[in-house]
């Protein structure tokens, strides 16, 4: 079926832009925030990927912690309604995990397929989180599937799957795949160029402030429109100063955080005894923190509260 785009994904466009819809779907389809904001030129260039025309199949969505590298496919897709297997990588993680094993089932032993497999076989999305954590030799295991010729043969059966048309890759990194040197994400590995190539790379910027503070009034309108921009405000100086971005500090507020932040600042305030913004702060960023950067950040929170706006 076909959906306007302009009130499907609440972006400006013509009432006669429309996109199709999947009437039927076999896999499991995401559930959607209704309060997602979503910036129309990276919309667009998702929905190419996703559509007939794109050029390459596989796109790798990197950026800082929190902007949004797997809610993004996750929120187009559920609009969608196109199903989607994920798989959260690390340094552990081996090509037989994401395309499948013989197990045990009913008494019998069995094929049983991996996320890569069964999204190749339904039509959908293989979303691998973390992909610059992944070790490189296992990586490049996945090349024979990331090309416009793709085909995956499974070793212990001796099957050779064709993937569907509209099969697709996604994978995240907080880096480009060259490795960490900020020190600021723990694993991050140094890819393989013949891997990397084979994607779209799309760089994922953090909301422009007055959506960051738009974003946050949809998910804690309980607290006055006055303290979520200051707690809007006091995140992104504490991102300027974060190790990823250049400065010192070892912790920051995504925009995930901050949305957790205001949502059990949120809770807090029905709670007597606590300072509902202040205590949040402590249990969604602060407590377990190194105590010198925790320090510091309170310090700015204390010269916000005090009237003196980050």
Known sequence: ????????????????AVIHVRDTVDGPVPNIDPNYIFEPMVLKRILLWLGPKTPRKNIFLLGEAGVGKTSLPLEVCGRLRTPVWSVSCSGKTRFEHLVGAMCLVDGNTKWVD??????MRAGGVFLANEITRMDPGEQMRLVDILDQRSRLTIGETGEVIEPAADFRVAVTGNSGGHGDESGAYAGEKVGSFAFYDRFIKIKMEPLPEEHEKA?????????PEQIRDGMVSLARQIRESFVGNGGALRITISPRSLIDWGKLACEYRLMSGLDPVKDSLKDIILNGSPEEDARVVMEIYENWVNGNQP
């Open 215 to 223: 974003l946050l009034g949809k998910h804690a309108p309980g607290l």
């Open 114 to 119: 991996g996320p890569l497999t069964a999204a």
């Open 1 to 16: 079926m076909q959906e306007k785009i302009n009130s499907l994904f609440g972006i400006p466009a013509p009432d006669a």
